[in-house]
Antibody
């Protein structure tokens, strides 16, 4: 069964760029027609969708973050990545990567990575 | 954008039935997913497409959607069911297609 694992710095300074990578194991990122997503969760709050990428490089982003987000995919490494620039304390959260499964308007996330806490602080 | 509303918390005694609701405008026309999240862990899918269970989800977990409300029912609740449960839909009419509810903390008394 495919597994996902996030990696990246746990501390980012305000105004700098948050960069995370999700490594897909026990399966190819190219297999099937999946989108690969980033989702975050501030402490004690609900889940917020950041965006998704297809292996072709096609992306969709949350409009509220669109101006600051860039996602990329490296199929040779079985990885996809997130960059969020100009971060503030409001971007402090646990960041999850997840595979999007389904068809048309019936879509869900399974599996998820274990999550990585990113703190924005000087 | 589309909004999903969940009660922040609820409590139930062991062996009883928990019904966790998720409200949204005409949610009955959408496909609803439910995730279970235990403290310090990632969310885990427990119900997809309103009422289907992925392999590994116990039969005690069931989902139903009608009108403006989706409901996740947990039968014969156990201490291990204590978690936050979040609903999710895909809003095809929006440029913000993924919508999550705020989550409901289920406490087992």
């Amino acid at each position: 069964q495919v597994q996902l694992q996030e990696s990246g710095p746990g501390l980012v300074k305000p105004s700098q760029t948050l960069s995370l990578t999700c490594t897909v194991s026990d399966g190819s990122i190219n297999s099937g027609t999946y989108y690969w997503n980033w989702i975050r969760q501030p402490a004690g709050k609900g889940l917020e969708w950041i965006g998704r990428i297809y292996t072709s490089g096609s992306t969709n982003y949350n409009p509220s973050l669109k101006n600051r987000v860039t996602m990329s995919v490296d199929t040779s490494k079985n990885q996809f990545s997130l960059r969020l620039n100009s971060v503030t304390a409001a971007d402090t959260a646990v960041y999850y990567c997840a595979r999007e499964v389904g068809l048309a308007a019936v879509r869900w996330f399974d599996p998820w990575g274990q999550g990585t806490l990113v703190t924005v602080s000087s | 954008s589309y909004v999903l509303t969940q009660p922040p918390s609820m409590s139930v005694a062991p062996g009883q039935t928990a019904r966790i609701t998720c409200g949204g405008n005409n949610i009955g026309a959408k496909s609803v997913q439910w995730y279970q999240q235990k403290p310090g862990q990632a969310p885990v899918l427990v119900v997809y497409d309103d009422g289907d269970r992925p392999s590994g989800t116990l039969e005690r977990f069931s989902g139903f959607t009608f009108g403006s409300t989706a409901t996740l029912t947990v039968s014969r609740v156990e201490a291990g069911d204590e978690a936050v449960y979040s609903c999710q839909v895909w809003d095809t009419s929006s440029d913000h297609p993924v919508v999550f509810g705020g989550g409901t903390k289920l406490t087992v008394l």
